[in-house]
């Protein structure tokens, strides 16, 4: 009826040219178009939002790394005490969700791979989280203070010490990266212990993840 009033017009002046039946089907043609425009409208709104739902839930059933402590730039307090640097030197905090079936223990590491060496840099290096773990607390890097789950291993990173070792790049060597990243795994452990160097814990990384998710931050020397 309100399509009808708003064309009163439209068809007071078919009504000139044409016989009343022509006008007739006209104007149940006009209506038919109108309501078919009027519901692929609706159905178009309302794909949108169901494609949009989906989006959402699949997003939240992804592996994910987050960190409350660490944001896109790494501060002093992340900067490792050493080697010319005069950081705190403390690991950021670090949440995961969503592991995938099967998982059995978790592994993170930190990695350079801007460091001038030909083969980047290994600042942390950790294995054997139990699966029921899902948050490092912050400074959880520091060995000595005990602060990471109870059976986990830090080994050694390439500044020969076990346990965290933050960014330190060489002056004037601009922006480099820092890729932390939590690898699912599906062994309870991986058999080896604190003394095994980083190339080969990668190896047995490599050989045993499930999914991983990283999280990238930077950090720039200025002294």
Known sequence: MGLLQSNTSQIELLSIVFEPNQI?????????????KYIMKKT???????????NALFAQNTFTLSSSSLGGQ???????????????????????ENAPEGTKSFAITMYDPDA???SGWWHWVVFDI?????????????????LSPEGTIQ???????QGYGGPCPPVGHGLH???????????????????????????????????KASIVTYFKRTE
């Not at 794909?47 to 989906?54: D, F, H, K, Q, V």
């Not at 699966?131 to 203070?145: E, M, Q, W």
């Open 24 to 36: 007739q089907q006209y104007t149940n043609n006009y209506l038919f178009l109108q309501s078919n």
């Open 44 to 54: 178009t709104i309302i794909l949108g939002l169901m494609l949009s739902i989906s």
């Open 74 to 96: 790494a501060t002093v307090t992340e900067e490792f005490n050493g080697f010319g640097c005069t950081g705190k030197n403390e690991s950021p905090q670090l949440s995961w």
């Open 116 to 118: 001038p060496t030909g």
């Open 130 to 146: 139990p699966s029921t773990t899902t948050t490092l607390v912050s400074n959880a890097g520091d060995i000595k203070l005990n």
């Open 155 to 161: 080994s050694v990173t390439n500044y020969g010490m």
């Open 177 to 211: 990266q820092y890729i932390i990243t939590v690898h699912a795994l599906k062994t309870d452990t991986l058999g080896l212990d604190k003394n095994t160097n980083p190339a080969i814990v990668g190896y047995y990384l490599w050989n045993n993840t499930l999914a």
